[in-house]
Nanobody, 119 residues
Framework: QVQLVEFGGGLVQPGGSLRLSCVAS????????MGWYRQSPGKLRELVAA???????RYLDSVKGRFTISRDNAKNTVYLQMNSLKPEDTAVYFC?????????????WGQGTQVTVSS
């Protein structure tokens, strides 16, 4: 059984920073892509940042220059450093991984962590 667990959400003032972490655990053979999505009330889930096959990095336009995604492959962990946070960054942030385990190949999701940017 593969699990993705996120850490690091919380309440922060505008202009502040947060660092999210996501650890993939269980019987994992390989991980191709790891990334972060977010969803706020009444909106569709959107890709925030992803580290894809070949270490190709993608960012949502509105977070470029403020957010940085990184991976520690030895720990099956992906991070999202979020700086200069804005109220519009408020959302539930979900970790996502495209991986292979002995029983499955495909996309796995974490349970989400709330990020609230407010004064």
């Amino acid at each position: 059984q593969v699990q993705l667990v996120e850490f690091g959400g919380g309440l922060v003032q505008p202009g502040g920073s947060l660092r999210l972490s996501c650890v993939a655990s269980g019987s994992i053979i390989s991980i191709r892509t790891m990334g972060w999505y977010r969803q706020s009330p009444g909106k569709l889930r959107e890709l925030v940042a992803a580290d894809t096959v070949g270490h190709n990095i993608r960012y949502l336009d509105s977070v470029k220059g403020r957010f940085t995604i990184s991976r520690d492959n030895a720990k099956n962990t992906v991070y999202l450093q979020m700086n200069s946070l804005k109220p519009e960054d408020t959302a539930v942030y979900f970790c996502n991984a495209d991986l292979t385990s002995p029983s499955a190949v495909g996309i796995h999701w974490g349970q989400g962590t709330q990020v609230t940017v407010s004064s």
